[in-house]
Nanobody, 122 residues
């Protein structure tokens, strides 16, 4: 089964930047969609950005123009470049993959990473 390893979280000041990475490991043939979600304490998890295998993207309205999602299919890795960070961006960010196909022919519909904490504060 696919395993997701996230990295890049940390503490940054408002206006700063951070880049998150999520690498999917396993005998993977392809991944349909890769995305980043976030969840703040007491709030529901929300989709921040998503990207298809063909490179089509979509973003949470509040992060448009500030965040950029990208992927490297050869490395089975998805990135989230976060610029002009605001305190309201503080949350645990989770990597999500959907439609994972393996060389064995097996399939995983949905998988989540363990989360990485992003704190934006002065």
């Amino acid at each position: 089964q696919v395993q997701l390893v996230e990295s890049g979280g940390g503490l940054v000041q408002p206006g700063g930047s951070l880049r998150l990475s999520c690498a999917a490991s396993g005998s993977i043939f392809s991944i349909n969609t890769m995305a980043w979600y976030r969840q703040a304490p007491g709030k529901q998890r929300e989709l921040v950005a998503g990207i298809t295998s063909g490179g089509s993207t979509n973003y949470l309205e509040s992060v448009k123009g500030r965040f950029t999602i990208s992927r490297d299919n050869a490395k089975n890795t998805v990135y989230l470049q976060m610029n002009s960070l605001k305190p309201e961006d503080t949350a645990v960010y989770y990597c999500n993959v959907r439609g994972v196909r393996y060389y064995s022919g097996r399939f995983t519909s949905d998988a989540w990473g363990q989360g990485t904490l992003v704190t934006v504060s002065s």
